[in-house]
């Protein structure tokens, strides 16, 4: 069974920074780019950052809205990606999820770890 | 980056009513579309890939269409469980964009 687990969530001063972990097990973890989509409260989906497998040599791709903030990176011994954000405004305000993508989409999500950025 | 235009961003219809929601990409996207459910308090789950082909386990009263730049979903009979928001989603080109999302809710 498929299971990916955020954690690192919680509330932050705005300029802080926060580094939020996706823990994933049941798939071979190492042939699938992994991505963050975020969601503010009562608002869309937002896509904010991909990470390819080694085979696409780990390139890494960001949202035009959030580059030079975001860092995402994989651990394929741990079969985990992370999601380092700095320099938080209230508007990074979100739940933010982790997102396997296959060849059909997004084919599975996260339950989402909830980021507050408030003073 | 392609823009995802998605309508109505709102809905409300009767149990057992068809409904259906539509997505324009801004180009051309060959048919890579796909559609999210997301229901209250829960994650998003994909519902439909390549435009019109179902997700394992999803009921055979949701279907996919469309080509090019233009797709829709629609769903049948419409259940008391459908209440939900609905995404649409080219991943034709990276960035995989999302459309603003349909809000569905019973009558």
């Known amino acids: 069974e498929v299971q990916i687990l955020e954690t690192g969530g919680g509330l932050v001063k705005p300029g802080g920074s926060l580094r939020l972990s996706c823990a994933t097990s049941?798939?071979?973890?190492?042939?699938?780019?992994m991505n963050w989509v975020r969601q503010a409260p009562g608002k869309g989906l937002e896509w904010v950052a991909q990470?390819?497998?080694?085979?696409?040599?780990?390139?890494?791709y960001y949202a035009e809205s959030l580059e030079g903030r975001v860092t995402i990176s994989r651990d394929d011994s741990k079969s985990s990606v992370y999601l380092q954000v700095s320099s938080l405004r209230a508007e990074d305000t979100a739940i933010y999820y982790c997102?396997?993508?296959?060849?059909?989409?997004?084919?599975?999500w996260g339950q989402g770890v909830m980021v507050t950025v408030s003073s | 980056d392609i823009q995802m235009t998605q309508s109505p961003a709102s809905l409300s219809a009767s149990l057992g009513e068809t409904v259906t929601i539509e997505c324009l990409a801004s180009e051309d996207i060959y048919s890579n579309l796909a559609w999210y459910q997301q229901k209250p308090g829960k994650s998003p789950q994909l519902l439909i890939y390549y435009a019109n082909s179902l997700n394992d386990g999803v009921p055979s009263r949701f279907s996919g269409s469309g080509s090019g730049t233009q797709y829709s979903l629609k769903i049948n009979s419409l259940q008391s469980e459908d209440v939900s928001i609905y995404f649409c989603?080219?991943?034709?080109?990276?960035?995989?964009?999302f459309g603003a999302g349909t809000k569905l809710e019973l009558k």
């Open positions: 990470i390819r497998n080694k085979n696409y040599n780990y390139a890494t």
């Open positions: 997102t396997r993508r296959g060849t059909t989409g997004f084919d599975y």
């Open positions: 049941g798939f071979n973890f190492n042939d699938y780019f």
């Open positions: 989603q080219q991943n034709y080109d990276s960035p995989d964009t």
